[in-house]
Each structure stands twice: as C-alpha cells, then as structure tokens.
C-alpha cells in the first residue's frame, strides 16, 4: 500500500519569509496530492491540491510542485502570515481510490 | 448547516464501554468517509460510504468498530467494548463526488478518551 513520509515535523519561520513543506509517496499508481491545514480544534481542510499530469500549481501565496519521477511534491507558501500557523498535512491515493494516506504532519509557526 | 457536523465534540468512556459518534454530513454529499486521527499523527482512513453503501471497510481495525448510513445521509460510527488504544480523533468527512475522496470536507472530529 502507499506510505507517504512528511518533513520537517516542526517548521518556524519569521512572518513575510517563505515556508517549504515536502512529502515522499511510495506508490507509483498514486496520482491526486492534496494538501490539508488543521487549526486547533478543528478538522483537516483542503488548500491546495495537485494531479499527475501537472508539476506545479498555485493558488495566490500557496504553491505545489510534483516530481513523478522522484515521488516527491512540496508545500510552498510565500510571505508567510501569522495566520499561517497550523499543522500541515499531506496526502496521496489514486484518484478513484478510497484510501488516502495521510502524512504525519508539519507544525508550522510564523512568528511575527 | 454548511459545513459537517460531528457529535458529541468529546466523549470520555470507561474501558469496556461501547460509545456511538455521529456524523451528519454536508446535505446532498454522496460520499462519505471516517477517519482516525492519533495524537500527532496524520488522519488514517477507517470506511467509506457512497449513499447508505459501505464500499470499503478496509480500514476498521478490528471487529470492535461498526459504521452504518441506513438512509443515506447521518452515518454512525460505533466503538463496542473500547480499549485504551482507541483514544484518538475520530473525524467525518464528506464529498459530492461519488466513490472519490476528492473534494472531501471535513467536520470537526469527536475526542474519544478511553480511561
């Protein structure tokens, strides 16, 4: 089955700079990458997300890269904001597969 | 409501327990998903619905966890005899789109604490 490894766990960075998150898949049929952003107390929601036949898309300050080859994507988000702060998650499944791995998650703070 | 609703918010329960968490979903979403979430872990998938249909239960991890969506809409998921290893988040998530996990929002989740 798909494991997905997430990096750093914790990630601090000073408002305005940027924020880098990146994941690994083991799944080579793997193609829908979503990335999530949990506030405390609240539930996973959808910020960004990528399919296989694209390497990169972005959505005003956030951004997300795919390398197939490598099995690897990445979270970019530029002029970080305090309300950045939250746990990130990754994610990947094939696109009609009912099981998403999750990654275990990045904690980032924006300190301002 | 607009979003998915999740209840109780949090359940303590005695080891041995059985405990019931409910899910209403975003009206007129056909899928619907439940989800484990541990301490500092990342959501793991537990069942999938697509109407009042359990397509997949792959995910359950033993005979003590039953998931049901008679009509087609709220979804219960039921915990019987808990154990310790049980606590954890218990999240609900549903998508308009049938049998894809695209798409999905998510509720807020239900604390269960097995002490």
């Known amino acids: 089955g798909e494991n997905v490894e997430q990096h750093p766990s914790t990630l601090s960075v000073q408002e305005g700079d940027s924020a880098v998150i990146k994941c690994t898949y083991s799944?080579?049929?793997?193609?829908?990458f979503p990335w999530y952003k949990q506030e405390l107390g609240k539930g996973p929601q959808l910020i960004i997300d990528?399919?296989?036949?694209?390497g990169e898309k972005k959505d005003q300050r956030i951004a997300v890269t795919l390398n197939k080859t490598a099995k690897h994507f990445s979270l970019h988000i530029t002029e970080t904001q305090p309300e950045d702060s939250a746990v990130y998650f990754c994610?990947?499944?094939?696109?009609?597969?009912?099981?998403?791995?999750f990654g275990a998650g990045t904690r980032l703070t924006v300190k301002p | 409501g607009a979003g998915v609703s999740q209840s109780p918010r949090y359940k303590v329960a005695k080891r041995g327990q059985d405990v019931a968490l409910r899910c209403d979903p975003i009206?007129?979403?056909?899928?619907l998903f439940w989800y484990q979430q541990a301490l500092g872990q990342g959501p793991e998938f537990l069942t999938y619905?697509?109407?009042?249909?359990?397509?997949?239960k792959s995910g359950l991890p033993s005979d003590r966890f039953f998931a049901e969506r008679p009509e087609g809409s709220v979804s219960t998921l039921k915990i019987q005899r808990t154990q310790q290893e049980d606590s954890a988040v218990y999240l609900c998530?549903?998508?308009?789109?049938?049998?894809?996990?695209?798409?999905?929002?998510f509720g807020q989740g239900t604390r269960l604490t097995v002490v």
């Open positions: 998530a549903s998508s308009p789109m049938p049998g894809k996990n695209t798409e999905a929002f």
């Open positions: 799944d080579s049929a793997s193609n829908y």
């Open positions: 990528i399919r296989s036949n694209v």
């Open positions: 994610a990947a499944s094939e696109w009609n597969n009912n099981d998403m791995r």
């Open positions: 009206s007129g979403h056909v899928s």
């Open positions: 619905f697509q109407n009042e249909a359990q397509l997949d």
